[in-house]
């Protein structure tokens, strides 16, 4: 006859006695729970660590920021980043500043986290310096490829309106393929791409060869059907000199482009400045690079342009194979055509594209740069 209800329960098997079970883990006794955490953190010899100190500095110092009182940071524009610091305006004053510590620390894909164009709020140190507490969410920004790093994004100029990609007729030619990777930056970056043709008056040069005349003439053919907006100028006779002032009026605008261009000369025939301009290296065809920081300048026809260093090379940031043809409309336009949906334009038999080529109803030029760059891509998918 059973005596209590603890014969009800059923008996625990002989193996399991001795071991501890999952109800053992659970028990409601919140003091004891307490008790060994309290134990634990007294044995705990982590918080000694290099590692664990930086951390705690880490959040002690966003703690910090957090408690800083809006009204104390000032927010301003940064117009340069030189030697002596990052050149931030303020109502009419230029401040030297720095980062925060917590901004330097941070690991990002950028290989700079501030460019010139950033709103940033900045705690004023001294009568002339500052520190960086925040970096405002940019509206557009130009970018590329890191050089040394293709897995690092390299900052060039941040919320601008439209990208002036500035080449020249000749001294240096003119490079096709070095302005469709601009043209794919700007738009992906958020901004809209101008092509300015410099150097105009030496069309009519004697030395000028024919080649190069023909090369300008097949090169406005191809980017008018490709509706970019292109605005030729020269600097010796004053030519497109008015349109340029016209649509940079009321704009954030960036100048970028190869060296010996002239850009920093358009700049000094726009403002009324005196930048150091350079020459072109006869022997090479390349300009020498005199601008050696991006800088902000404010117009007095309103909005301001940014002033870029001359570039030999323009790797495209986070661009994939799959993407490039929508940058280059009239190819994917005449693609639609083809008898195969997922037609390369390489190879394949009848294809509308190669056709179009053929026939001249395709510049040479853009396609010959939309192959370039395709291969690019796939070189620098095999480097990985």
């Not at 970056?189 to 150097?199: L, R, S, Y």
């Not at 030395?207 to 020269?234: C, G, M, N, R, W």
């Not at 482009?257 to 150091?276: D, E, M, P, R, Y």
Request: glycine share 6%; charged share 30%; aromatic share 6%.
């Amino acid at each position: 006859m059973k005596n209590s209800k603890q014969d009800d329960l059923p008996r625990m098997p002989k193996k399991w006695v001795g071991c501890d079970l999952e109800a053992d883990y659970f028990k409601d006794d919140r003091k004891n729970s307490r008790k060994e955490r309290k134990l634990a953190s007294a044995k705990d010899r982590s918080k000694y660590k290099k590692t664990d100190r930086d951390k705690r500095q880490k959040n002690k110092e966003l703690h910090q920021n957090i408690k800083l009182a809006k009204e104390d940071l000032l927010r301003g524009r940064v117009l340069s980043i030189t030697p002596q610091g990052i050149m931030v305006e303020h109502e009419d004053a230029i401040y030297a500043c720095s980062m925060r510590g917590l901004l330097k620390k941070e690991k990002t894909q950028f290989k700079n986290l501030v460019t010139v164009g950033d709103l940033v709020l900045f705690q004023r140190t001294d009568a002339q310096e500052g520190l960086i507490a925040h970096v405002e969410e940019r509206y557009s920004v130009l970018s590329r490829a890191d050089n040394l790093s293709r897995r690092q994004e390299q900052l060039i100029a941040a919320n601008i309106d439209q990208v002036l990609i500035t080449v020249s007729v000749v001294n240096p030619p003119l490079k096709s393929f070095l302005v469709d990777r601009y043209i794919i930056a700007a738009r992906k970056g958020g901004m809209e791409p101008v092509i300015v043709v410099n150097k105009i008056d030496l069309l009519d040069h004697p030395t000028t060869p024919a080649t190069e005349k023909e090369l300008y003439k097949d090169f406005l053919h191809a980017y008018k059907a490709a509706q970019i907006h292109v605005i030729p100028v020269s600097i010796v006779n004053e030519q497109g000199l008015d349109q340029l002032k016209s649509i940079m009026k009321n704009k954030a605008s960036v100048f970028s482009g190869q060296s010996g261009v002239g850009k920093s000369s358009l700049i000094n025939a726009i403002t009324g400045l005196n930048f150091k301009v350079g020459k072109v290296v006869e022997k090479t065809k390349k300009g020498s690079h005199t601008t050696t920081t991006a800088k902000l300048i404010p117009l007095e026809f309103g909005g301001w342009c940014i002033d870029t260093p001359g570039i030999k090379s323009f790797g495209l940031w986070n661009l994939n194979k799959e993407e490039v043809e929508q940058y280059f409309p009239e190819i994917e336009e005449i693609g639609q055509q083809c008898k195969f949906p997922n037609c390369s334009h390489t190879h394949e038999k009848e294809c509308a594209v190669l056709a179009a080529v053929e026939n001249e109803k395709l510049s040479p030029l853009r396609f010959a740069s939309y192959q370039y760059l395709l291969e690019a891509l796939s070189q620098e998918h095999l480097r990985r």
